[in-house]
């Protein structure tokens, strides 16, 4: 038995490595780097085009929770992140190159795995599919699943954070600290006193942006700090800027506003401007972000960029286990099908391919419980909902508990502990893994 897998990122890889551990070879068609998107820049399986963090790791946490749920599984992702490991306070950052590489030699330790670098235009209803071909995904491969599904499709404008190297950052008005002193100093804080941000906020407002217009339809995870700004002048001291729990370690000093930076490999020679997405110009990227003191001569290894992404409407389109329905052999996971994040599209990844191997084992993967953040997320992407909009792993999809809870930390460890209790009761009732 033979699956292909269209799309070399997180959902491909999971849904591949899924497969591959069940015995079923896989075929993995990934376009870069012969053609390449406007976001990626090499052409390694799994790579980070975003922030270099897969999010909090803490237990009580949903992006925390599915991380454990998904460690039920095996995941590649987390057993690679493992190895390609930065500091990054309570979240799991990596090194992205280190990480991609890990995956892919995770992949070809397997015999059954094949990647043709090759971009796919047409989707061959003969073989067993799995459509994992991202946000930016390609005009080609876009209209054909336009014709497969009749949906006209959603999209929504994404932006990433630039990059900086560590000795170009003054240091003289940096300090190393976690917000409220809490576990290691894995952040370098950029403040601002209450002069030095109004004059960035206002250069902020005034600068030239790259894209001018995208209809305000963005998704609320990766708004650009210059939309965000848009909202008052205090909107952004309440997002990534503030200050809150960030005091100089030494003097004791507080501030009006705080960038916060954050490792982005494990060399510790770059940094990434958390929170700092933007579509402004690349020059107007240096003057504006120069402006605050610990970066006036900061050196950018990659600016900020914004581009199209695109999911489709999945609640029309899939199924609970991310098959198309109406189909028995086609699916589409990561976040062209409508979850939003890393974890949460390698997920979708790791579901599909689980679901594909048992329906080639002639049987059916039953919905997971929607007490787990993996059943409620894909039950989300999977129900009728006439606003549809991506969706990320939190606590609210989940059905609330049997009796109310007051108490935000213990309803949050109850969410956690019911989950994880009925997802291992859930994978203990499923048939042995099988390999051919």
Not at 79 to 89: L, M, S
Not at 214 to 222: A, D, I, L, T, W
Not at 398 to 403: A, K, R, T, V
């Amino acid at each position: 038995m033979k699956v292909r897998v269209i799309g070399g990122g997180l959902a491909g890889a999971e849904a591949a490595f899924a497969l591959l551990s069940r015995g079923i070879e896989v075929e993995m068609c990934e376009m870069r780097p012969a053609k390449q998107t406007p976001a990626h820049k090499t052409g390694g399986l799994a790579e980070l085009v975003c922030s270099n963090s897969l999010k909090s790791e803490i237990p009580t946490t949903a992006s925390g929770t599915l991380k454990e749920e998904m460690k039920l599984f095996g995941s590649i992702v987390l057993i690679a992140a493992e190895k390609a490991r930065v500091p990054c306070g309570g979240a799991l950052g990596v090194d992205r190159d280190v990480f991609s590489h890990e995956v892919e030699t995770i992949l070809r330790s397997f015999d059954g795995f094949r990647i043709v670098r090759e971009e796919v235009t047409k989707i061959d209803d003969t073989l067993p599919t799995i459509i994992a071909t991202g946000p930016l995904t390609s005009e080609a491969m876009a209209r054909a699943l336009y014709e497969k599904t009749g949906e006209s499709g959603l999209s929504f404008y994404d932006a990433a954070a630039p990059i900086v190297t560590a000795e170009s950052i003054d240091l003289d008005h940096a300090f190393f600290a976690s917000r409220y002193q809490k576990g290691d100093s894995d952040y370098l804080n950029a403040p601002m006193n209450k002069e030095e941000y109004l004059a960035f906020y206002d250069a902020l407002m005034h600068a030239e942006r790259a894209m001018q217009e995208v209809g305000g339809n963005y998704f609320e995870g990766c708004m650009p700090i210059e939309v965000m700004a848009e909202g008052g002048v205090d909107t952004i001291r309440f997002g990534p800027l503030r200050p809150v729990g960030l005091r100089h370690p030494i003097t004791g000093e507080k501030y009006y506003a705080v960038l916060q930076l954050r490792k982005e490999n494990t060399a510790g020679d770059l940094y990434n401007l958390v929170g700092f997405q933007t579509s402004l110009t690349f020059p107007e990227q240096r003057r504006v972000f120069g402006m605050i003191p610990a970066l006036k001569n900061a050196e950018f290894v990659r600016y900020g960029v914004m581009h199209r992404n695109t999911f489709i409407n999945a609640p029309k389109v899939i199924d609970r286990t991310f098959r198309m329905k109406g189909e028995t052999a086609t699916y589409i996971a990561g976040q062209l099908s409508g979850v939003e994040g890393y974890m949460e599209s390698a997920m979708s990844g790791m579901i599909a391919g689980v679901a594909m191997a048992e329906g080639l084992h002639g049987r059916t993967l039953p919905p997971m419980p929607p007490t787990t953040v993996m059943g409620a997320l894909s039950a989300y992407v999977s129900t009728e909902n006439q606003d549809f909009q991506p969706m990320n792993a939190n606590f609210g999809i989940l059905p609330p508990p049997e009796e109310k809870i007051r108490n935000k930390a213990a309803r949050k460890e109850y969410y956690a502990a019911r989950a994880l209790r009925d997802m291992k009761t859930y994978i203990a009732s499923l048939p042995a893994v099988e390999k051919e």
